[in-house]
């Protein structure tokens, strides 16, 4: 997601070793930090096996202690409710929509198109075109105005974001 919205930070290497832990039963020594508000790859992350981030578990992390011939793969509710009201996903989706709406040169069907080429890796249907364009146009047909242009973008990315094209590999 960090990579579709250009938030993500490439720099290689370095260190993530501060940040607080999850549980106040731990210690300073035990930090583990929250995925959630650093921008580089996961790779650079500190891990600590005793207190994994929840959105890490969450996704089905593996575990570092036991080998596996596979990783377990889940599709639980929480997961779901992860993609509707986490600050992350809200985040994401916001600068992606300000993204695709900082060009005054586009029109909405390009915008769609690079919408779903971002996340999706293809072309937006005829029908699909159709249904975004019209539920985007919604938000701004209630309260017109640069804000609900926005939000209208900003809630179908975020709709992108969240559906099984984009969080599963077929």
Request: proline share 5%.
């Amino acid at each position: 997601m960090l990579a579709l919205d250009d938030s993500l930070d490439l720099k290689m290497g370095g260190t993530l070793q501060s940040g607080t832990g999850y549980q106040p039963e731990n210690s300073n020594e035990r930090l583990s930090m929250d995925p959630e508000t650093q921008r580089l790859r996961t790779i650079y992350l500190p891990l600590r096996r005793a207190n994994l981030p929840p959105l890490l578990a969450l996704f089905d992390f593996g575990d570092a202690t036991t080998s596996s011939g596979e990783r377990l793969q889940t599709n639980v509710a929480p997961q779901a409710l992860f993609m509707l009201n986490s600050q992350f996903v809200e985040t994401r989706s916001r600068k992606l929509a300000e993204l695709l709406l900082k060009d005054p040169g586009s029109d909405d069907r390009e915008r769609l198109n690079l919408a779903h080429l971002r996340t999706l890796s293809r072309h937006p249907r005829g029908e699909e075109v159709d249904r975004a364009l019209d539920y985007i146009r919604g938000f701004e047909e209630r309260s017109p105005g640069d804000e609900s242009r926005l939000q209208g973008w900003q809630s179908y990315c975020k709709a992108l974001l969240s559906s099984n094209a984009f969080i599963y590999v077929d």
